[in-house]
């Protein structure tokens, strides 16, 4: 039998191993907690840059109708067609702007417009040939075209003339039209500065 000194060292023992794996135990937890936690699968949001927010529009927004074509082996055709319904002689009744995508099988493509009013029930076309016609380019736009819906209808024109490239700044011109007995005219017009983008003039 063991006598009581060595009983008491046994227990003395134990108690000091169960001490070490406690504080093992409480060490090992105590640095996992503070590992850094990690996200898998997560996004960091982006936030829009003001210059990313300074595009420019053509104020119409939310077609009413919307087609996309096919275009042919070289690239060029029409690409796409917006409908918008937009009350333009502020008669209480929708009217129709047309905005057609073309393409010509380059980096330049143009949009054309096209003014409807509805009169008595009948759709009848108030464009004038040839004016609202934008001239897009890779390097430069040299006409755009921007409807102001409220709180009077009007449409702004800026374009510039093409001098040696597509590229080299010229001096802009802003038309501006309304509505005046159900016909889309000339209201203004001025100068404006040397640009190569028209679409900057805008902002």
């Known amino acids: 039998m063991k006598s009581g000194h060595e009983t008491l060292a046994v227990i003395a ?23 850094p936690i990690i996200a898998i699968g997560t996004q960091t949001p ?17 077609p009413r109708q919307t087609q996309t074509f096919k275009l042919d082996d070289f690239g060029e055709g029409t690409a796409e067609q917006n409908v918008f319904l937009v009350d333009i002689n502020q008669d209480g009744v929708n009217d129709r702007i047309i905005r057609t995508r073309q393409e010509n099988g380059t980096s330049h493509y143009w949009d054309e417009y096209t003014l409807e009013l509805n009169i008595d029930g009948r759709l009848h076309n108030i464009t004038p040939p040839g004016k609202l016609r934008t001239t897009m380019g890779a390097e430069c736009a040299l006409s755009r075209t921007q409807f102001i819906l409220q709180p009077t209808f009007q449409i702004i024109k800026i374009s510039r003339p093409w001098v040696d490239s ?19 005219v000339i209201t203004g017009e001025k100068q404006l500065r040397s640009v190569c983008d028209v679409s900057e003039l805008f902002m």
Do not use: R
């Open 166 to 184: 597509w590229n080299t700044p010229s001096v802009a011109t802003q038309t501006t039209y309304e509505i005046q007995n159900n016909k889309l």
């Open 46 to 62: 982006q936030v829009q840059t003001q210059s990313e927010s300074k595009t420019f529009s053509d104020g119409l927004v939310n």
């Open 13 to 35: 023992v134990l108690i000091i191993v169960v001490l070490v794996i406690t504080g093992m135990i409480y060490l090992l937890s105590y640095n996992k907690s503070k590992e």
